[in-house]
């Protein structure tokens, strides 16, 4: 007889033991799903910013060529008429003394010109890489500030 009451607290305690033991095990399943939506949400946020970076990268990169086209144009028509004007001037020269003086002239100031646009030339080519850059870098330092929390 002793037998047949503890049968009965022995199918509940090992009810009450199994109960325990898939509550812990569905809370565990729960947390780590919860765990990889978290995660996959941040690793599309991530894949998210990056892309936007590449984007930003992209037209800064197609604002500066506008801009180094632009003055390249405006460069090379300045110079031809610039040039059109010496030729019509050394046309005018009434002696071999004063068309090498306009020829001169007009060499060493072309020379200027060609060496002040080369300088601006070559900043706004190094404006234009660093603007192009910076949305990249930005997000190459938030992938090294990632794996440094990742690792703590």
């Known amino acids: 007889m002793a037998t047949a009451k503890s049968a009965p607290r022995a199918a509940k305690s090992a009810t009450e033991a199994f109960e325990q033991m898939t509550g812990a095990s569905n ?17 599309s946020s991530f894949g998210k910013q ?5 984007v930003a ?10 801009a180094l086209s632009a003055r390249t144009v405006a460069f090379q028509k ?6 059109v004007a010496a030729a019509k001037s050394l ?4 002696s071999v003394q004063e068309f ?29 890489a660093k603007e192009t850059i910076a949305p990249i870098n ?8 990632f794996i440094q929390t990742a690792q703590r």
């Open 138 to 145: 930005d997000r190459v330092n938030a992938v090294g500030q």
């Open 57 to 66: 990268s992209a037209a800064a990169a197609q604002k500066g060529f506008e």
């Open 91 to 94: 046309m005018t020269s009434k």
């Open 50 to 54: 990056n892309i936007e970076a590449w």
């Open 100 to 128: 090498v003086e306009k020829q001169n002239d007009y060499a060493k100031s072309s020379f200027e010109a060609y060496v002040a646009e080369l300088t601006t030339v070559s900043e706004l080519v190094s404006g234009v």
């Open 78 to 83: 300045e110079a031809m008429e610039k040039h």
């Open 27 to 43: 809370e565990a399943v729960r947390e780590n799903i919860d765990r990889s939506l978290a995660a996959m949400s941040e690793a």
